[in-house]
């Protein structure tokens, strides 16, 4: 981010310079590791008479939603000269101010966490997965100041350090920040991990830092296989960014204790799941890929709407559809050109998204645009009320990824050697490489030169984007050799719906969906479905039995419980509509070389061999 984030390029030189100026450095430490709690404390010196408010953030960069991590810090303390104790009060719920401040400062507390992924706090005996918003607090009005920070780890530990964060003394184990956003964008693990590295030809070193069961061999195995992500995004965009050190970092935990999470950083990312490495490489692929390409798509072409990024509130952005949603669909497309996933499965999970995007009801009321800004309520955000999301919502990043699709094979269709690559590595060159941020209006203009047709940018972002009409997604497929067509033609169904089984009844745990059968019968989430055409409902194969014995339109009975009162209605059962691609040779239509020769040059990989 343009005056945000810089690149470290002459560190000694930074670092004289920044450290000529007032520092602020802190200390971490983890005696009560077991119990997943950490002690900070941040000096301050040269400080002016009068307060300082020190803050923990409420939102964590690659996020959109507040978090509060202020929930989880206690025992906060404030000392100036000779150790003495400073009034210190809490005026909001995520920040303190401190009075009687002269010339020093120092402040200390306790964090707790115990949720390790990419966005939170996670601590244990045997490691800390350290997202700086989590953990540190930060002072008002200092945001511009050099930064140390220093593990107080004992030299018998087996923790090791990883973190973008540069070394400034290896000693001290003791790091450097240019400023508070850089700091804050920069995660950090601690334990035992296991690290490899791999070069790319114009020199840049990517560390893989991995916290998890596996053999040497598969460590190896996955390593191959990001690099060979890594050439193929790189090709797309024809270069890498210049990292810091000309070195990029992930940051991979795996295994009992993790989340499932991946956060983009500027130049490392923290990706983490539940399961072990071993045995789950092709799984856990998909996130490495999808975070590394955020390296040039949100962390370099990043959204006006995110700058500068204000730790104290939710930031809102209207181009999540592009910045999350054309990165999905990067980062699936580039494991299949990378041959790590075959190419018949690749389609068969576009299918599945497709199906998502088209039979829920929730793009009827919203734009890719409106649905990137609802991102404060849906990303990783926390509420105890129920919502109507099942009907009203649809994922920005799924439905950025299939409008990146419609856009890609509408660009191979109608123009000669013109791909959506060709406009993400024009977005690279204009807003990239130059740090100058973007808006959905600079996304259509940029279509309209890379394609030479203004008429076409326009019409796509009036009935997409800023629209909320499907693309042609049938007629698209068609011209590279595939039919879309019902799964289960003349099949009646209920809809989707999820359903939990007891015995003889059926609870449902999902909102029906707004058209189905039983969303027009009134079967709300949480109604005990006792019986359907007088059958009771034990299970999905009883239920696609009943089912299965009518025909379409066929009206059936159902009795059902709403919050304990017993009701009856009847319902008439409508086609399955769900879709799947199929490659015309399967219904022994001729492919004609054109489509053959499309979907080569879609899915093919552009890895100069």
């Known amino acids: 981010m343009k005056n945000v984030f810089f690149v470290l390029v002459l560190l000694f030189t930074i670092f004289t310079t920044a450290f000529s100026q007032d520092t602020i450095s802190y200390t971490l430490r983890f005696p009560n590791a077991v119990h997943h709690e950490a002690q900070v404390s941040i000096e301050l010196s040269n400080l002016s008479s009068g307060q300082l408010t020190a803050t923990m953030s409420s939102s964590s960069p690659g996020r959109y939603a507040v978090h509060n991590f202020a929930k989880n810090v206690y ?94 003394d290896s000693a001290s184990k003791t790091y450097f920040a240019p400023n508070l956003q850089y700091l804050m964008d920069s995660p950090c693990i601690l334990s035992d991990f296991t690290m490899k590295e791999f070069r790319i030809d114009d020199g840049t070193t990517i560390r893989m830092v991995l916290m998890t069961e596996a053999t040497d061999d598969e460590m190896e195995h996955f390593i191959q296989m990001t690099k060979a992500t890594v050439m193929e995004q790189k090709a797309v965009f024809g270069e890498l960014p210049g990292f810091n050190d000309s070195t990029y970092t992930f940051l991979c935990s795996y295994g009992s204790g993790f989340y499932g999470d991946g956060m983009e950083h500027r130049n490392s990312t923290m990706v983490t799941s539940g399961n072990i490495l071993s045995g789950n490489e092709e799984r856990l692929i998909g996130t490495v890929s999808h975070e590394f390409f955020h390296v040039w798509n ?66 009827t009321y919203k734009s890719p645009i409106e649905m990137s800004k609802m991102a404060a309520f849906t990303d990783a955000a926390t509420s105890i009320d129920e919502n109507n999301y099942t009907n009203t919502f649809i994922s920005y990043y799924v439905y950025g990824e299939l409008m990146a699709l419609a856009l890609d094979l509408s660009l191979r269709a109608e123009f000669k050697e013109v791909t959506l690559d060709d406009l993400m590595k024009a977005m690279w060159n204009k807003y990239g490489k130059t740090e100058i941020s973007y808006t959905n209006d600079n996304i259509q203009t940029t279509l309209a030169e890379v394609c030479g047709d203004g008429k076409f940018a326009k019409d796509f972002f009036t009935n997409h984007i800023y629209g909320n009409q499907l693309p042609d997604f049938e007629s698209l497929f068609d011209k590279i050799g595939y039919k879309m067509i019902l799964k289960r033609p003349g099949k009646p169904s209920l809809g989707f719906v999820r359903l939990k089984f007891n015995g003889d009844t059926a609870t449902v745990q999902s909102q029906p969906l707004v058209g189905a059968s039983l969303y027009e019968a009134g079967v709300s989430q949480g109604d ?33 419980s709403h919050r ?46």
């Open 298 to 363: 949100m962390e370099r072409i990043r959204p006006a709407s995110l700058e500068p990024f204000d730790f104290t509130k939710v930031n809102m952005s209207g181009e999540l559809w592009f910045g999350e949603g054309f990165t999905s669909y990067y980062g699936d497309l580039a494991l299949c050109r990378a041959g790590i996933t075959p190419k018949e499965k690749y389609i068969s999970s576009l299918s599945g998204k497709i199906n998502y995007l088209e039979n829920a009801p929730g793009w």
């Open 528 to 560: 005990l479905i006792l019986s359907i055409d007088d059958q009771p409902v034990t299970s999905y194969p009883e239920l696609n039995f009943i089912i299965g014995t009518r025909k379409i339109n066929d009206e059936v009975s159902i009795s059902f």
């Open 75 to 168: 025992s906060v303390k404030a000392f100036g000269k000779d150790s003495s104790s400073l009034p210190i009060q809490k005026i909001t719920p995520s920040s303190w101010k401190i009075s009687e401040v002269s010339g020093v400062a120092q402040l200390s507390y306790t964090v707790y966490g115990n949720h390790a992924d990419g966005t939170y706090l996670g601590i244990d005996a045997d490691f800390a997965n350290l997202n700086m918003p989590a953990t540190l607090m930060w002072i008002e009005g200092m945001d511009d100041f050099p930064v140390k920070v220093k593990f107080d780890i004992p030299d018998s530990s087996s923790w090791k350090i990883a973190t973008q964060l540069p070394l400034l």
């Open 564 to 609: 304990g009162n017993l009701r009856k209605s009847s319902m008439t059962l409508k086609e399955d509509n769900q879709l799947v691609l199929v490659p015309k040779e399967k219904f022994s239509i001729r492919t004609i070389p054109e489509e053959t020769s499309r979907k080569e040059a879609w899915l093919k990989s552009k890895v100069d061999k």
